[in-house]
């Protein structure tokens, strides 16, 4: 140190708190105070001048702690007054400037920066005129409380949506401070549902306690935002997302989806049924179908097709209460979860598939003079309401009639059994009132063979050959036949006509084949006589003497 009154002085500093006692100086000049002479020493300190300057501040002006500048510390002045030229050298100083008057300005852009570049900076100021002089200068950063930051980011990230509470979503969400203050991480959106919790100290994201993530949920992907904060406060905050996926897990069992009843044809294995399953964890093409109950069934595992093994029978129930009515259980799988059964009941309906069958006898005898035979009956299975019957063949089948909805057969006219009208004319007709001395059977042998069948308006019954067996009657009762007289129309529906007639008869009379006399009639002068009111069947004519004596004239078939 020098000064004007004394170049060559000591002192005996004795340090206080780290600092001399009365010593201070603005970096260019040191005053000492001589605390035992109660003296002030004002020295300069040929040493390097030192400034400070904020970082982060762009175009900032270097200052001393007392606020003097550069241009004021570092101006130069020349005895020529020539003009001068300042530059700065030394590592860095590419990140100030200079101007003509000597005051240095940061140059870099966005400001210096203490942590990441320089905290000091030990350059020169060449002071030229054409001779150059040359002064060193410290420069020092000055800290600034600067915000952290995510090393990277946005994050992704993905977690099963069966993960148990605290379970780690991906790896910690890494920031860093420059200052390398402690950081605090919080979620501040996108966890409304609180699904997720962060480790404040480390980062780490986990499922929170009471989560409920569901994939196939109103929401499978969640953007959370994440703000790590220093000491100082939100004020230094700094921001990133996350965005997670729940991804999908096999949890749900397949959802059935079929009708609880089906109606069946007997006769075909189908049910018109398919049993189908959705699965909302996606597995729909890998279900699998199954069933339980009724043996008779048989399910496609992959299409859910039900059918019967074997074709159902209608008549013959093979259900467990032989009702028609088959019950089985479905189930769907996805090969890890499998659905609640489902009760199906698929009732069996009848189809006209059987002809009906006749029941009544193929043989009767029937007296000549009447018309009816038997009354042909027959059964369906199918349990037809209707059946229709009908005359279908026979040697004599022109000889009767049947009844379509009675199944009542009966001779077109009554038979004669001395006349056979039956094919072999042996009064045996297949079918007419006959008449035993007038056979008109095929073979005139009064057996008269008929076929009948019975159909339910699908199915026709087999043929039934009926033979019917004319028995004679005595047509007369005893009585005399009139000679020369002639009865007509016969068959006659409302009268009929005698003529041939002697005038020694005084009236007529009807009998039943049974005797009993059903009219009489005076001798008519036109030889008319009224049938009105008489029902169908065989009558006898007599004619009536004045002597009471009595002769037949004949028989008689009444028609309506």
Same mark, same amino acid.
């Given at each position: 140190?020098?000064?004007?009154?004394?170049?060559?002085?000591?002192?005996?500093?004795?340090?206080a708190?780290?600092?001399?006692?009365?010593?201070?100086?603005?970096?260019t000049?040191?005053w000492?105070?001589?605390?035992?002479n109660?003296?002030?020493?004002a020295y300069?300190?040929?040493?390097?001048?030192?400034?400070?300057v904020?970082?982060?501040?762009p175009?900032?002006?270097?200052e001393?702690?007392?606020?003097q500048?550069t241009?004021?510390?570092?101006?130069?002045?020349?005895?020529d007054?020539?003009?001068?030229?300042?530059?700065?050298?030394?590592?860095?100083?590419?990140?100030?400037?200079?101007d003509d008057?000597?005051?240095?300005?940061?140059?870099?852009?966005?400001?210096?920066?203490?942590?990441?570049?320089?905290a000091?900076?030990y350059?020169?100021v060449?002071?030229?005129?054409?001779?150059? !002089?040359t002064?060193? %200068? *410290?420069?020092?950063? /000055? +800290?600034v409380?600067?915000?952290?930051?995510?090393?990277?980011?946005? #994050? =992704?990230?993905?977690?099963?949506?069966d993960?148990s509470?605290?379970?780690n979503?991906?790896?910690?969400?890494?920031?860093?401070?420059?200052e390398?203050?402690?950081?605090?991480?919080?979620?501040?959106?996108?966890?409304?549902?609180?699904?997720?919790?962060?480790?404040?100290?480390s980062?780490?994201?986990?499922?929170?306690?009471?989560?409920?993530l569901?994939y196939?949920?109103?929401?499978?992907?969640?953007?959370?935002?994440?703000?790590?904060?220093?000491?100082?406060g939100?004020?230094?905050?700094?921001?990133?997302?996350?965005?997670?996926?729940?991804?999908?897990?096999?949890?749900?069992?397949p959802?059935?989806?079929?009708?609880?009843?089906?109606?069946?044809?007997?006769?075909s !294995?189908?049910?018109g %049924? *398919?049993v189908?399953? /959705? +699965?909302?964890?996606g597995?729909?093409?890998?279900?699998?179908?199954? #069933? =339980?109950?009724?043996?008779v069934?048989?399910?496609?595992?992959?299409?859910g097709?039900?059918t019967?093994?074997?074709?159902?029978?209608?008549?013959?129930?093979?259900?467990?209460?032989?009702?028609?009515t088959y019950?089985?259980?479905?189930?769907?799988?996805?090969?890890?979860?499998?659905?609640?059964?489902?009760?199906?009941t698929?009732?069996?309906?009848?189809?006209?598939?059987?002809a009906p069958?006749?029941t009544?006898a193929?043989?009767?005898?029937?007296?000549?003079?009447?018309?009816?035979?038997?009354?042909v009956?027959?059964?369906?299975?199918?349990?037809t309401a209707?059946?229709?019957?009908?005359v279908?063949?026979g040697?004599?089948?022109?000889?009767?009639?049947?009844g379509?909805?009675?199944?009542?057969l *009966?001779?077109?006219?009554?038979p004669?059994?001395?006349?056979?009208g039956?094919?072999g004319?042996d009064? =045996?007709y297949?079918?007419?009132?006959?008449?035993?001395?007038?056979?008109g059977?095929?073979?005139?042998d009064?057996v008269?063979?008929?076929?009948?069948?019975?159909?339910?308006?699908?199915?026709?019954?087999?043929?039934?050959?009926?033979?019917?067996?004319?028995?004679?009657?005595?047509?007369?009762?005893g009585?005399p036949?009139?000679?020369?007289?002639?009865?007509?129309?016969?068959?006659?529906?409302?009268?009929?006509?005698?003529?041939?007639?002697?005038?020694?008869?005084?009236?007529?009379s009807?009998?039943?084949?049974?005797?009993?006399?059903?009219?009489?009639?005076?001798?008519?002068?036109?030889g008319?006589y009224?049938?009105?009111?008489?029902?169908?069947g065989?009558?006898?004519?007599?004619?009536?003497?004045?002597?009471?004596?009595?002769?037949?004239?004949?028989?008689?078939v009444?028609r309506?």
């Amino acid at each position: 140190a020098t000064s004007a009154r004394d170049a060559d002085k000591e002192f005996d500093l004795a340090a206080a708190n780290g600092f001399p006692r009365g010593l201070w100086s603005d970096g260019t000049t040191m005053w000492v105070a001589d605390l035992g002479n109660d003296q002030l020493y004002a020295y300069v300190i040929e040493t390097t001048p030192w400034f400070h300057v904020s970082e982060n501040v762009p175009n900032a002006e270097l200052e001393t702690r007392e606020g003097q500048t550069t241009d004021t510390l570092l101006g130069a002045s020349d005895p020529d007054e020539d003009d001068l030229t300042y530059e700065l050298t030394g590592t860095g100083s590419e990140d100030f400037a200079i101007d003509d008057m000597g005051k240095i300005t940061v140059a870099r852009a966005g400001g210096l920066d203490r942590e990441g570049r320089m905290a000091a900076y030990y350059l020169e100021v060449n002071v030229s005129d054409g001779t150059t !002089t040359t002064r060193n %200068l *410290t420069i020092f950063v /000055t +800290d600034v409380n600067e915000s952290p930051a995510f090393v990277s980011g946005p #994050f =992704t990230r993905t977690i099963a949506e069966d993960a148990s509470v605290g379970y780690n979503v991906g790896s910690v969400i890494p920031a860093t401070d420059p200052e390398n203050d402690k950081l605090t991480y919080i979620l501040t959106a996108g966890n409304e549902d609180g699904n997720f919790a962060i480790d404040e100290d480390s980062g780490q994201i986990t499922v929170a306690s009471g989560a409920s993530l569901d994939y196939e949920g109103s929401t499978s992907s969640y953007t959370l935002t994440v703000t790590a904060t220093d000491a100082t406060g939100s004020n230094t905050a700094a921001t990133t997302t996350v965005t997670v996926t729940v991804t999908d897990v096999n949890d749900t069992a397949p959802a059935l989806i079929v009708s609880g009843t089906a109606r069946a044809e007997e006769n075909s !294995t189908g049910t018109g %049924l *398919t049993v189908t399953a /959705t +699965d909302v964890d996606g597995t729909d093409e890998s279900i699998t179908y199954t #069933f =339980t109950g009724d043996a008779v069934f048989s399910i496609d595992p992959s299409t859910g097709i039900l059918t019967f093994t074997t074709a159902p029978d209608y008549e013959n129930p093979g259900d467990a209460g032989t009702d028609n009515t088959y019950e089985v259980q479905v189930t769907a799988s996805d090969g890890t979860n499998t659905s609640d059964p489902q009760a199906i009941t698929v009732t069996v309906t009848d189809v006209n598939d059987n002809a009906p069958v006749i029941t009544s006898a193929s043989t009767a005898s029937v007296q000549e003079n009447s018309t009816i035979v038997l009354t042909v009956a027959a059964t369906d299975d199918d349990g037809t309401a209707s059946i229709m019957y009908a005359v279908s063949g026979g040697a004599d089948m022109s000889s009767f009639s049947i009844g379509a909805s009675s199944g009542s057969l *009966t001779f077109q006219s009554a038979p004669d059994y001395e006349n056979p009208g039956d094919a072999g004319t042996d009064n =045996t007709y297949e079918e007419v009132a006959p008449d035993f001395e007038a056979p008109g059977d095929a073979n005139t042998d009064n057996v008269y063979e008929v076929q009948v069948t019975a159909s339910d308006g699908t199915n026709t019954s087999n043929p039934q050959t009926i033979t019917v067996t004319v028995t004679d009657v005595n047509d007369v009762l005893g009585v005399p036949s009139a000679e020369g007289v002639e009865l007509y129309p016969n068959p006659a529906t409302d009268h009929f006509s005698l003529s041939g007639t002697s005038n020694d008869w005084v009236g007529v009379s009807l009998m039943n084949t049974s005797g009993q006399a059903v009219r009489s009639y005076p001798v008519a002068k036109d030889g008319l006589y009224d049938l009105s009111g008489l029902r169908e069947g065989i009558f006898f004519v007599f004619m009536e003497g004045e002597d009471g004596k009595r002769k037949s004239a004949g028989r008689i078939v009444i028609r309506k």
